[in-house]
């Protein structure tokens, strides 16, 4: 008996699916925190955990796994994600960079999924530009709470998958430069916004959702856009109407010439690793590699932070 | 590094990871189907961009070209043969572009597949040619059946190919497979 019977519908190699599967978590408060958890609970064997602050007073309305016992400590969200992470699972394979995820691109692009949960719609912006040079898919959240003027108040948010090279961020309409001024002329202005737990759980779930899909299907059509609106006032999560208008379309804000590193040197490459010519093998090749059987190589994150 | 990750005979390990869009994929494959007037199958290329890691190196695919009609040469030999224009015009793909560019053909079937003996001996005279005009990148040539891909790539023009270690196909679902 496994711990992952309940879910084997998943199918036969899922637990082997998830486990190696690595995952890019771009902020872990509110919205994170759960994704961490939920992730967790699933089996996902890889995680690349990117946030730069600490829990503090504010954040113990909502930050899954935090505790008031915490704050004294200033413990980083990092750390108590992987606390969380480690206390679900054996021998996850963890890297935490406690800094702003541009810190964090070089685990970040070894990932097979990046899910972002950002206030800022900049950074939003970024991250899936990072992501799509790259070739990894991209999960948004976003929630905000609207002030209608008349003493109520509306939870809306939005759950979006971003693939590389199907319709982005801009394309959802989400990003727009009227957003992003006005982002910037508010900047520093305003306090915190105001973010609830239970939203962000319905958000989370949502997005786990569509990780689970991407890894391991348990139904065959699953669009390759996804755009979900989260009217948290009626309680409802349905289709963006964008989501079936953009189906099956390309997107011309992301060209495919912008993958890859814009300066990359292959000779660099080789005389950092200090690879020597090797001496010709037969066939032409190096047998031994036929030889030697690939596993999992690229579901690890780097060394220097690793534990597992 | 990984323990499983390939190793050179020297030692040191370098695991090649390429990435492509399904749409892409299917794209190409769709293309490489295609009857041609004479040759018993079609060949292609495919640009790359590229990133690094320590020991991973990885192959961003970024779009293809078909090699035309006209660039064949008539060999009942073999499946296909590409005239010097389609080389060259490769080759002129990768200058102007400072692309890593990838040979692609198919051998359609539900398996892995390989190369053949003649794909390995043609490889082996063309690709590194490729490092004349782009050094910055890496080259090589990948074999696609209806289902899988398997490559070689060549970091520098005095090495040996090495094998492409992962594919992934950027989709919904993911799909992933180490040919190894």
Known sequence: MSRFDRQSFLGSDSEERLFGAMLGLVGLGGGGSHVAQQTAHLGIGGYVLVDPDHITETNTNRLIGGRLADLKNEVKKTAIAERQIR??????????????????TADLKACDIIVGSLDSFVQREQLERFARRYLIPYIDMGMDVHDLGNGEFLIAGQVVLSMPGGPCLRCAGLITDERLAAEANRYGAAGARPQVV???????????????????????????????DYDGNRGTVTPNERM????????????????????????????????????????????????????????????????? | ??????????????????????????????????????????????????????????????????????DYLHDPSVGAMMGPEAIRKALQWAMSDGVAIFHVHAHPGRGHPRFSGLDLRE??????????????????????????????????????????????????????????
């Not at chain 1, 239970?198 to 689970?212: E, F, P, R, Y």
């Not at chain 1, 020597?276 to 780097?302: M, Q």
């Not at chain 2, 749409?23 to 790359?48: C, I, K, N, Q, S």
């Not at chain 2, 080259?139 to 094998?163: K, Q, T």
């Open chain 1, 244 to 308: 079936n208008l953009y189906q099956g379309r390309t997107c011309r804000h992301h060209p495919p010439e912008e993958t890859g590193d814009l300066l990359f040197d292959v000779r660099k490459f080789v005389r950092r690793r200090a690879i020597p010519p090797r001496k010709e093998a037969k066939n032409g090749g190096s047998n031994l590699f036929h030889k030697i059987r690939a596993g999992r190589i690229f579901g690890k994150a780097s060394s220097r932070r690793e534990r597992g």
């Open chain 1, 87 to 104: 206390g679900l699972m054996e021998r996850p394979r963890t890297a935490t960079v406690t800094d702003t995820w541009h810190n964090a």
């Open chain 2, 123 to 180: 490889q082996a005279k063309f690709v590194p040619n490729f490092f004349h005009v782009a050094p910055q990148c890496p080259h090589g040539a990948l074999v696609l059946s209806d289902v899988f891909a398997y490559g070689h790539i060549w970091l520098s023009e005095d090495r040996p190919y090495d094998v492409i270690t992962r594919f992934s196909e950027v989709g919904v679902p993911l799909k992933e497979w180490s040919p190894l």
């Open chain 2, 1 to 70: 590094m990984d323990e499983h990750a390939v190793r050179t005979p020297e030692g040191r390990g370098v695991n090649v990871q390429l990435r492509i869009t399904r749409h892409l994929l299917h794209t190409v494959r769709l293309d490489l189907a295609r009857p041609h007037p004479f040759a018993y199958e079609r060949v292609g290329f495919l640009a790359a961009g590229l990133s690094s890691r320590a020991n991973d190196l990885w192959v961003l695919v970024r779009s293809y070209r078909a090699v035309a009609d006209g």
């Open chain 1, 198 to 228: 239970w939203s962000n759980g319905v958000l989370a779930s949502t997005a786990v959702g569509i990780i689970v899909q991407l890894l391991t299907p348990w139904f065959r059509k699953m669009p390759q856009f996804i755009y979900l």
